[in-house]
């Protein structure tokens, strides 16, 4: 992944720009206009705006189509960034966005502490993709599996969070915030429920993948994650990783290898029919896509479910 070495430069001439054309007015929520809120990538911008309901305009860095790991800055998103009441991003995830917000007075607001990024990609199953130091080092994820919102106990207390940062740029509003992280919280609750169910019984709990994104997801449910890369998705694996994968395939019997959107198939499209498995696409929610884009992140979560069950023989 190529990082935008060139953010920084541009941050401060277009600060300088935003000062220039403002009116001094340090008034958060905008004399009663919504609060302006940037965000880095989807589930972000989806947790916003289900948090800050009417009162919030949550904007998202990642545009739809886009691979979120490789996010580039036009002078335009460096403005916003700047200009925004409040910055919702996860540090070390998009070194362009980190770049970004080394010059945001005071806006940026990091979710990692509520996500609790415990799982490494050694963690949550076999990292097959075999990155280089320097290849890791051009996107750093302060080596943990940064794709919490897989797992809704962690995507609520995210939730949560940012109901508090809401609350303290507009406190007026802080109470509505907090009710509708609770709301959010219920059908949160609701649809891991429903992944434990249709979980709870699987032929197979060997979740082969295109990249390590499911770890969270497979630890909540029972699962064990074997990616076939690690945590940025266009890690080229090396031959002898694409055999240990289809050797783990065969030895474990498992009948399902997991595309991705977003991610070209063609490598998952090979192991599986090295391995005589099938291919089923799942969706890592890291960024909608033309097709995804009419569904919201229950939809998805939904989808993927019953995509689960199917793949993993669930009955």
Same mark, same amino acid.
């Given at each position: 992944?190529?990082?935008? $070495?060139?953010?920084?430069l541009?941050?401060?001439?277009?600060?300088?720009l935003?000062a220039?054309?403002?009116?001094?007015?340090?008034?958060?929520?905008?004399?009663?206009?919504?609060?302006?809120?940037v965000?880095?990538?989807y589930?972000l911008?989806y947790?916003? &705006? @289900?948090?800050?309901?009417?009162?919030?305009?949550?904007?998202?860095l990642?545009?739809p189509? *886009?691979?979120?790991?490789?996010? #580039?800055?036009?002078?335009?998103?460096?403005l916003s960034v700047?200009q925004?009441?409040?910055?919702v991003?996860?540090?070390?995830?998009q070194?362009?966005?980190d770049?970004?917000i080394?010059?945001?007075d005071?806006?940026?607001?990091?979710?990692?502490? *509520?996500?609790?990024?415990d799982?490494?990609?050694?963690?949550?199953?076999?990292?097959?993709?075999?990155?280089?130091?320097?290849?890791?080092?051009g996107?750093d994820h302060?080596? &943990?599996?940064?794709?919490?919102?897989?797992?809704?106990?962690?995507?609520?207390?995210v939730a949560? *969070?940012?109901?508090?940062?809401?609350g303290?740029?507009d406190?007026?509003?802080a109470a509505?915030?907090?009710?509708?992280?609770k709301?959010?919280?219920?059908r949160?609750?609701s649809?891991? =429920?429903?992944f434990?169910?249709?979980l $709870?019984?699987? &032929?197979?709990?060997?979740?082969?993948?295109?990249?390590?994104?499911?770890?969270?997801?497979?630890? =909540?449910?029972?699962?064990?994650?074997?990616s076939?890369?690690g945590?940025?998705? #266009?890690? #080229?694996?090396s031959? &002898? *990783?694409?055999?240990?994968?289809?050797e783990?395939?065969?030895?474990?019997?498992?009948p399902?290898?997991?595309?991705?959107?977003?991610?070209p $198939?063609d490598? =998952?499209?090979?192991i =599986?029919?090295e391995a005589?498995a @099938?291919?089923m696409?799942?969706?890592?929610?890291?960024?909608?896509t033309?097709e995804s884009?009419?569904q919201?992140?229950?939809?998805?979560?939904?989808?993927?479910l019953?995509?689960?069950? $199917?793949?993993?023989?669930c009955?």
């Open positions: 992944m190529v990082v935008m $070495k060139r953010t920084a541009l941050v401060a001439p277009l600060l300088a935003a220039c054309g403002s009116d001094g007015s340090d008034d958060a929520a905008g004399g009663g206009d919504r609060l302006e809120v965000t880095s990538f589930p911008q947790a916003v &705006q @289900q948090v800050g309901g009417d009162r919030v305009e949550a904007t998202n990642t545009r189509g *886009a691979e979120p790991h490789d996010l #580039e800055l036009s002078p335009k998103d460096v700047a925004a009441d409040s910055v991003y996860l540090a070390d995830f070194p362009a966005v770049d970004a080394t010059e945001a005071g806006t940026a607001f990091d979710v990692t502490k *509520a996500a609790r990024l799982l490494a990609a050694t963690d949550d199953g076999h990292d097959h993709g075999g990155e280089s130091a320097e290849e890791h080092a996107h302060g080596s &943990q599996d940064p794709h919490f919102w897989l797992d809704p106990e962690r995507y609520a207390d949560d *969070a940012i109901a508090g940062e809401l303290r740029v406190p007026d509003h509505e915030y907090e009710q509708n992280a709301d959010m919280r219920t949160l609750d649809l891991d =429920a429903s434990r169910e249709g $709870k019984d699987c &032929q197979t709990t060997d979740l082969v993948t295109s990249h390590a994104a499911f770890g969270y997801l497979a630890d =909540a449910y029972g699962l064990t994650q074997e076939i890369t945590l940025t998705p #266009e890690t #080229e694996p031959a &002898q *990783a694409m055999k240990d994968v289809v783990h395939i065969r030895e474990h019997d498992v399902t290898v997991y595309a991705e959107t977003l991610v $198939k490598i =998952a499209e090979t =599986a029919k005589d @099938q291919v696409v799942l969706d890592p929610i890291e960024g909608v033309d884009s009419a919201d992140y229950f939809g998805i979560m939904e989808a993927n019953t995509t689960l069950e $199917k793949g993993q023989s009955s």
